[in-house]
């Protein structure tokens, strides 16, 4: 068995006393600034939102799959581009996006300052393509505030304490928003996206899935850390360290989302279950006759995210995600020991608060999965998670089935607070 850690976050000490209540801060996802059009529909949200009286912060991702195009190019000149110069390159894309939405906003007749990552004063260490958050030093962004602009900030980046460019993991820019909001004693931070909110299940995957009303910061830790890609795990961690709640919600209509925040006893009442998630992206790797202690000394020295860690006997079964590939197999190469990995395997969780104090969740996702044929392995568990290994083509045929057999199509499934 094993359980999923979450690492500590740096305490983020507002450079100046917290800003009054009203400070809103606001994040877009690719899909929502993909274009021309949708850049000026964000222009206006944003506009409204400061008419309304709050301090607007946004912090916007890409265009569309910008990054990706970006890293693709990168290896299309060089099979292992520099983690260095590869930071320098793909955080450009957030550079384009918030430049084009302050120029909307000016249009609108609003005044906006873009801001770089490193402008915006986020400093983070030194591991490039997955930099971590030391400290955000917002002065400039309160003086922009102060002098009655909307603040656009780049997502995804910072300059690290050696003064280079650094990205923070894909998804990052859900971690630049709830930083901010910490930073700048935001009341909430909105996460604008192309889907509704947090779901009982990808909705990509699950038709019937419901969108969840509320999610305790640790449902959404678990979901995040097994494939929810809503919310980077990061963001959540963050959330959570601070209390930030976080509204999950569409960049496309006024709908109420989903808010993460302290749990509260109606989340354990009404369902048992909050989601389903899935991902095919991690490796599993089996390690012979290494000692567990040099074994992650190892790899953490090269920065791998390890996440399900199991030993039977005297083999060491770890997961770690697909991009930390090069890393993990050096860092094996090093130990010295006999390895070997797979990437055929997908990791299907079910997560919930209210299976803290419902018996039968795990007698009820085995007998499900025998009735679709599917063979767990390497199963681990946390208070509210259990999670199970499959072949990837019994990964969705898996999900769809248990979000079935927990009623999660189900209205109670919703949590609605009303
Ligand atoms: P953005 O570009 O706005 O950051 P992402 O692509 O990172 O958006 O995240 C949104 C996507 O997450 C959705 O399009 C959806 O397919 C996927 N997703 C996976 N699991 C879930 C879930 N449980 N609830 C909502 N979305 C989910
Ligand atoms: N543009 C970055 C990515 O695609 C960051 C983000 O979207 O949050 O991962
Ligand atoms: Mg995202």
């Not at 609003?110 to 393509?129: E, K, N, P, R």
Request: aromatic residues 4%; contains cysteine.
């Amino acid at each position: 068995m094993s359980e999923t850690t979450f690492e500590p976050v740096p305490a983020v000490e507002p450079a100046e006393p917290p800003a009054a209540a009203g400070t809103l801060v606001m994040k877009f996802g690719g899909t929502s600034v993909a274009d021309p059009e949708k850049i000026r529909r964000v222009a206006s949200r944003l506009v409204e939102a400061k008419r309304a009286g709050n301090r607007v912060v946004a912090v916007v991702s890409a265009m569309g799959q910008h990054t990706d195009e970006l890293v693709s190019l990168a290896y299309e000149v060089s099979p292992q581009p520099k983690p260095r110069e590869l930071d320098m390159l793909i955080s450009v894309g957030e550079r384009i996006s918030c430049a084009l939405v302050a120029m909307a906003i000016a249009d609108l007749g609003l005044d906006a300052i873009s801001l770089t990552g490193s402008q915006a004063g986020i400093v983070t260490d030194t591991v490039h393509g997955k930099a971590k958050i030391v400290e955000v030093r917002a002065h400039r962004i309160h003086e922009a505030l102060d002098s009655d602009r909307i603040v656009l900030v780049a997502g995804f980046q910072g300059v690290s304490t050696e003064y280079d460019i650094t990205t923070l993991g894909r998804g990052g820019s859900d971690t630049t928003a709830v930083a901010l909001a910490a930073a700048l004693g935001a009341d909430a931070c909105e996460i604008y996206t192309d889907v509704d909110g947090v779901f009982t299940a990808d909705p990509r995957v699950v038709p019937g899935a419901r969108k969840l009303h509320a999610a305790s910061y640790e449902e959404m830790l678990e979901m995040a850390a097994s494939g929810a890609k809503v919310l980077q795990l990061r963001s959540v961690e963050f959330a959570r360290n601070h209390g930030v709640r976080l509204h999950v919600r569409s960049t496309f209509t006024d709908e109420e989302g989903t808010w993460i925040r302290e749990e509260d006893a109606r989340m354990l009442e009404k369902a048992m279950i909050s989601g389903v998630t899935h991902t095919l992206e991690e490796a599993v790797y089996t390690v012979a006759e290494a000692s567990p202690a040099d074994l992650f000394e190892t790899l953490a020295e090269d920065s791998v995210n390890v996440d399900t860690i199991i030993q039977i006997g005297s083999e060491i079964v770890f997961s770690a995600p697909l991009e930390d590939r090069t890393e993990t197999v050096a860092a094996l190469e090093r130990l010295g020991a006999r390895w070997s990995a797979r990437d055929d395997l997908g990791k299907v969780s079910i997560v919930g608060a209210g299976m803290k104090s419902h018996p039968g969740v795990a007698a009820l996702t085995f007998s499900t999965l025998r009735d679709v044929g599917a063979e767990p392995r390497y199963v681990s568990t946390s208070p509210i998670k259990i999670a199970f290994y499959l072949a990837h083509d019994e990964v969705e045929p898996a999900v769809k089935a248990l979000h079935d057999a927990f009623d999660l199509a189900s209205p109670e499934a919703e949590r609605q607070h009303a």
